[in-house]
């Protein structure tokens, strides 16, 4: 089986899992998901790599200050704690949070341990992090849970 596939067979089986009718991959190996109108996460299937790549939106850069850099990069000097690292998306202008898992590891339980870690890192960089308020591009793209 392919890894699209097996990523596919996941989602589905995650779907399912917590009541959503449907989750997969688009054509663009891409899927988006939406908690509580607050974290939204976006799923990417990098398959030449072999693993699956897991982004949160924290935070606008715009609104953030230069002392957060330095807190942000003290966590990635410490990224093998939580299995997580920070990033910065000049193209949506977005401080995110990034986790991965690798193909070989790809199970129902890896997948939903490793969500769960990045939502409640998300989360809490959002209460630490100043709110940009812009919320509604996340919303317009991804499954609501």
């Known amino acids: 089986m392919d890894l699209t596939s097996k990523v596919n067979r996941l989602l589905a089986e995650f779907a399912g899992r917590i009541g959503l009718p449907s989750l997969s991959l688009d054509e663009e190996d891409m899927a988006s998901l939406l908690f509580d109108e607050q974290v939204g996460v976006t799923l990417l299937l990098l398959a030449e790599r072999e693993r699956l790549?897991?982004?949160?939106?924290?935070?606008?850069?715009?609104?953030?200050?230069?002392g957060i850099f330095r807190q942000l990069a003290s966590f990635n000097r410490h990224w093998h704690?939580?299995?997580?690292?920070?990033?910065f998306d000049e193209l949506?202008?977005?401080?995110?949070?990034?986790a991965q898992i690798l193909a070989a590891q790809l199970t129902l339980e890896c997948?939903?341990?490793?969500?769960?870690?990045?939502?409640?890192?998300a989360e809490f960089w959002q209460r630490l992090l100043p709110c940009d308020g812009d919320r509604e591009a996340v919303a317009a793209v991804g499954m609501r849970v």
């Open 111 to 121: 997948f939903e341990a490793t969500l769960a870690n990045l939502l409640d890192h």
């Open 92 to 98: 949506t202008g977005k401080v995110q949070l990034y």
């Open 81 to 87: 704690r939580f299995d997580l690292h920070f990033g």
């Open 53 to 66: 790549l897991l982004e949160a939106d924290v935070a606008g850069i715009d609104v953030l200050g230069e």
